[in-house]
């Protein structure tokens, strides 16, 4: 077997051990490890050191490189996702070929899984780096290829954090197309009329955005529009949209009555299904794009509408289209719901006087703002019960998950704060009014304790109810209120209480909106609860490990709003690197296909989850095509080809086969 | 005057961070940090929450990339003394500490430590717990790797003079101020820990109560007692109390938030132990267990299966032992209600985040009355603008924050000086209106 080198020179390797402070040298035996791999021919230096990936660490490697003329570098440490990268930059800088460097993985395949067993450990350690050495000493020269960047980028999602995003892109001169599933932009921040800490209206604080968005020019805003259908990678995405017609296509007289007479009635999801709509319909006064939108799903066709019209400016009969564009970034900005409680959940569905959180904060700003009174359902609300960690912090064998959904154990983040800041303005309304606070932790954290002070000092009787209890909420219709609420009360001892209400306030949590198609077109990972997963929490917190997709606000985790746009400005700021260079580097671990001997069997093409190959005529008959800018170099299409023909740079066959045959030296079959 | 596109005050994680993304981007950064290494509080740390990672797997080569990058330039042992608005741009004077060692020679070998004669314990990067000199590179992963000479400590006996090979030390450097032109200014100045005052947890005095920071140091890899061992007398500790709220959401010193990650850095910290001391006591005594990040819950509920002990209730009094020991007084919720009084062989306190740099008298940006951190004039819909239109704010200078908070809002922060330095942002400040167009569909 011939061994390739840059310059056709002998190979000279130099491995270097990272202990990982303690993570790695705790259970295994590092010196040792270095001792046994110097040993072979091959390997002209061998040391081990606290941290590698630390200045010094990169410098010794750099001076070693160049003092004993070492050809070929390992650096065994952590897993390749932390720091390989750093390494190849190091010996790029150091006048090697950038690909002659492997990186051993030996904290999270072996010191962490392996610490009770520290000499197996070390054995694993040098038979890893073993079978290293052989693979890298087969390897080629490898070169990136370059693909032209599309300078362009996609928002999905027309919320804060999607607005956010597209206003910031544009501001660095990056043309955007922000699309927005619904007829109307601004997200959940429309439905909450005061804000915590500042009590400003979020339609207001939306609107801001709205309009500066509206003014820019690079930014194109799509309403009623999803994204069915994407192919192509980083720097280059062809994505296809689907376009809801709106119905109303002009702003003609006779839209207000319209609506007015429209026959049909259905819930009104603005306001979490409080109030009725009809099939035509504008969620709030200033709503953007402020003509109302036909809900297709709802809406009859009857025609009602046209005759307040006079038969203008409303299309029952519209064409759903399609658009393609080109992008070369995408930001998910997708957004939360509000988790809903399971029927019966605390009495929810059972008595229309047990509500959630979000609810209360619609018919808060529904209400008649002369009324003295919280009236409800036509009762007078003298006392409140609020019961936080609805839908979050579950525990199994206490709560129930929803069918085929697994439990919400995460903390939501923002309810504790915004129960109390609903509470806080219900005493400022009606200072007679009694509030209870049943919660496991306040979780009022930064400068959010004020509004946990207000609450206090606003006499809200506060009750700590164990982790793995849930309050029992039973309809009573005595003197004291409509409901009791039996719990055990940790500040008071231990001892049940009956908490007395007339209205239940369920604090629910956050999930994250539904985007399961979303998560396939792209292959998004996502993590615990739905969410998006970043590709590492501090070193790529805003970006997916799919690359060149980034992670705006609560489609990732519960967030304020606040760090909604600080995420969402991250966000745009990391695509931004991308989409202001013209070019980016491709990995050039890609298959590349032998024409000689394949024989367009189409095995490949089937095989392919990146659509990265096609058939096409060549050298006289079928033949895979791979386009390496789409290959994700998985190797999935090397072992289904009957012909061989495949290869994947960086991983041939040959190199494997070494590389198992180092790790199995001196084995003996059992 | 040297010109700079960014100056950043800080060269903790969210000012390296900040660094970094513009000086990928093509722009040329000044980066100012104060102590003679970057790496600011995060490389004291151990391990980090919630993925455990080691700290230093990430600050290192992060510290690396800052120090090796084409576009940033980093001064340590540099502050700015005065930043003032100069037409469009900013004149910021830098104020520079002599180092006593020329950079350029120092090979960062360490001979000068070794033969100085002056043994200090300073609240450094050791938390007081280790000894350092009078002079020598300030830790094993120090950027850059130099040596420096603390004047305050240092007696002028000329023997680190002496011992080192390439004749760095320069006695004859003096402070200095330097003023250059920027474009726009980050401030990431970062926090300190809430001073340990409070009288009621001995203010500062039992040898076996500990900081939080400390805490970490004793767990870190780079650890200045290679184990847990108490600082008091060495005895490897059996029964560790974390106090919660020891430095935060308490009127009486000043901090009346919550600094939002002592919860987690204490259960972090109660990992470890478990860990590292299987047959440990640890119990942690708390107010609220606030773990509202992601993934921080599950952690919460790790910690609790490994058996760390949660007690409801606040600190009320720690009294030392003739042993060293400690009398922890809490009033505990059992059946009873009893003020309870518990004894631990080492406390530990979770001091909260306060401010670390005032900018009054430096550069006229608000700080925040009641918390006195920098202020943030639209903390809904721009969280990182400052009161002065080209000065933002990243990290912990704006109030309390985790490490992803800070990374995140470096990132966020240097976009946004990324827009004021096309000018693009300016436009948005000094509104011109332009007219709505259509929204398609």
Redesign the interface.
């Known amino acids: 077997m011939s061994q390739r080198t840059q310059e056709n020179e002998e190979p000279r390797v130099g491995v270097f051990v990272c202990?990982?402070?303690?993570?790695i040298s705790d259970v295994v035996d590092v010196e040792k490890v270095a001792k046994t791999i110097s040993k072979d021919p091959r390997v002209k230096y061998a040391t081990h050191f606290?941290?590698m990936?630390?200045?010094?660490?990169?410098n010794m490697v750099a001076e070693k490189i160049k003092e004993l003329k070492l050809n070929r570098v390992i650096v065994a440490a952590?897993s390749p996702k932390?720091?390989e990268l750093?390494f190849r930059k190091v010996v790029a800088k150091s006048g090697l070929n950038p690909y002659f460097y492997e990186h051993v993985n030996i904290r999270e395949q072996d010191s962490w899984v392996h610490s009770h067993e520290p000499e197996k450990a070390t054995e694993k350690a040098i038979r890893l780096i073993e079978g290293a050495i052989e693979r890298l000493t087969r390897q080629n020269p490898l070169k990136p290829g370059k693909k032209k960047t599309v300078p362009h980028a996609l928002v999905i999602g027309g919320g804060v954090a999607g607005l956010t995003a597209a206003l910031?892109l544009?501001?660095?001169?990056i043309p955007v197309t922000l699309v927005e599933k619904s007829p109307f932009?601004g997200g959940r921040v429309t439905q909450i009329d005061n804000?915590y800490?500042?009590g400003?209206d979020g339609k207001d604080?939306v609107d801001?955005?709205i309009?500066?968005v509206?003014?820019n020019?690079l930014i194109?805003?799509?309403?009623?529009?999803e994204v069915v259908d994407a192919s192509g990678s980083i720097g280059d995405y062809q994505v296809t949209l689907k376009?809801t017609?709106?119905g109303v296509e002009e702003d003609v007289e006779g839209l207000d009555k319209a609506i007015e007479i429209c026959p049909i009635s259905v819930d009104n999801e603005f306001d979490y299904g409080t109030t009725k709509r009809k099939a035509i319909y504008k969620p709030y006064p200033k709503a953007?794009?402020n003509l109302p939108a036909i809900d297709w799903n709802t809406c009859t066709r009857c025609g009602e509408c046209l005759k307040a019209t006079n038969n203008k400016g409303i299309n029952l009969n519209p064409e759903f289209k399609e658009d393609t564009i080109r992008v070369g970034a995408v930001v998910m900005a997708t957004g939360f719901k509000p988790y809903e409680p399971l029927p019966g959940e605390y009495g929810y569905g059972e008595d229309p006087n047990v509500i959630t959180l979000p609810q209360l904060i619609r018919i808060m700003e529904n209400m008649d703002p002369n009324s003295k009174e919280f009236i409800y359902n036509g009762r007078k609300i003298k006392k409140i019960a609020f019961i936080h960690c609805v839908g979050s912090?579950q525990?199994e064998g206490v709560h129930t998950p929803k069918e085929g959904k697994e439990l919400n154990?995460?903390?939501s983040?923002v309810c504790c704060s915004t129960t109390l800041w609903a509470a806080n303005r219900l005493k400022k309304r009606f200072p007679d009014i009694h509030m209870f606070d049943l919660y496991r932790?306040?979780?009022?954290?930064?400068?959010?304790?004020?509004i946990y002070?207000e609450a206090s000092r606003n006499n809200v009787v506060f009750v700590?109810f164990p982790d793995e209890e849930i309050p029992q909420v039973k309809i009573v219709k005595d003197d004291k209120g409509l409901f009791r609420i039996e719990t055990t009360d940790?500040?008071l001892?231990?001892k049940t209480v009956a908490v007395p209400a007339d209205l239940v306030v369920l604090a629910v949590g956050i999930e994250p909106n539904p985007i399961r198609d979303l998560i396939e077109i792209f292959s998004i990972p996502y993590g615990?609860g739905g969410?998006l997963l970043e590709g590492h929490?501090?070193?790529r917190?805003?970006e997916s490990s799919m690359e060149g997709i980034f992670l705006a606000g609560t489609a990732?985790?519960?967030m304020s709003?606040?760090?909604t746009?600080?995420?969402a400005?991250?966000a745009?700021?990391?695509a931004?690197?991308i989409l202001?260079k013209p070019e980016i580097e491709l990995s050039p671990f890609v298959a590349s296909v032998n024409l000689d001997k394949c024989e367009g069997t189409g095995r490949c093409v089937q095989e392919c989850e990146y659509n990265a190959i096609e058939l096409k005529e060549a050298n006289g008959g079928k033949k895979a095509v791979i386009d390496p800018s789409l290959c994700a170099g998985c190797g999935a299409c090397v072992p289904v080809c009957p012909n061989r023909a495949i290869t994947l740079e960086g991983y041939d066959i040959d190199q494997i086969l070494a590389q198992v045959e180092g790790m199995l030296k001196g084995v003996k079959a059992e | 005057m040297e010109k700079f596109d960014a100056v950043i005050v800080g060269g903790g994680i969210a000012g390296m961070q900040a660094a970094l993304d513009l000086g990928d981007q093509g722009y040329k950064v000044l980066l100012l940090e104060k102590q003679a290494s970057i790496g600011g509080t995060m490389i004291q740390l151990s391990k980090v929450f919630p993925t455990l990672d080691c700290a230093s797997c990430i600050t290192t080569p992060k510290m690396s990339a800052v120090s090796s990058h084409e576009n940033i330039t980093l001064w340590t042992l540099a502050e700015p003394k005065k930043i003032e608005p100069n037409g469009d741009r900013f004149k910021v004077t830098v104020f520079q500490k002599a180092r006593y060692v020329n950079e350029k020679d120092c090979t960062g070998c360490g001979e000068c430590e070794q033969a100085c004669p002056v043994i200090i314990y300073d609240d450094g990067y050791d938390e007081s717990l280790g000894p350092t000199k009078a002079v020598g590179v300030p830790f094993a992963t120090a950027m850059p790797q130099k040596a420096v000479l603390h004047d305050d400590y240092c007696i002028f006996c000329g023997k680190c003079a002496r011992a080192c090979p390439t004749d760095a030390i320069d006695f004859t450097q003096r402070d200095k101020e330097i003023e250059v032109d920027a474009g726009t200014v980050i401030l990431a100045t970062g926090f300190l820990q809430t001073p340990t005052i409070k009288e009621e947890y001995g203010g500062g005095r039992f040898k076996n109560v500990i900081t939080g920071k400390q805490m970490d140091r004793i767990l870190a890899p780079t650890s200045p007692f290679g184990g847990v061992y108490r600082p008091g007398d060495g005895k490897i500790p059996d029964s560790i109390a974390f106090v919660q709220c020891a430095g935060s959401r308490d009127k009486s010193i000043g901090v009346p938030y919550c600094s939002a990650v002592c919860c987690m850095y204490a259960i972090k910290q109660a990992t470890l132990l478990s860990a590292a001391l299987p047959l440990a006591d640890i119990t942690i005594y708390y107010m609220d267990i606030r773990t509202f990040g992601k993934g921080h819950e599950e952690f919460y509920e790790q910690a609790k299966a490994m058996g760390v002990n949660f007690v409801r209730g606040k600190v009320a009094k720690i009294k030392e032992k003739e042993d060293g020991n400690l009398i922890v007084r809490v009033e505990t919720f059992g059946e009873d209600g009893r003020i309870e009084e518990f004894e631990h062989d080492l406390v530990v306190l979770s001091l909260g985040l306060v401010p670390q740099w005032y900018p009054k008298g430096i550069v006229n940006v608000d700080i925040d009355e009641t918390t006195k951190f920098i202020k943030l004039i639209k903390p809904m819909t721009d969280p990182t603008l400052t009161s002065m239109p080209g000065i933002f704010v990243a990290g912990t200078a704006g109030g309390p924050k985790d490490i992803v908070e800070s990374i995140i809002s470096g990132s966020a922060a240097a976009m946004k000086a990324a827009e004021w330095l096309n000018g693009k942002l300016r436009d948005a400040f000094f509104a011109k209106e332009l007219d709505v167009k259509q929204v398609t569909n």
């Open positions: 202990h990982c402070g303690g993570n606290m941290f990936c630390s200045d010094p660490g990169q952590c932390l720091h750093t910031e544009a501001r660095r001169d932009l804000i800490p500042t400003e604080l801001d955005l309009q500066k509206l003014k020019d194109t805003v799509r309403t009623n529009t376009i017609p709106r953007v794009p912090r525990i154990t995460y903390c983040r932790d306040i979780r009022t954290y930064q400068f959010y304790e004020d002070e700590k940790i500040l001892r231990g615990s969410f929490p501090k070193l917190p805003v990732q985790a519960p709003i606040q760090e746009i600080i995420a400005t991250a745009a700021g990391k931004a690197t202001t």
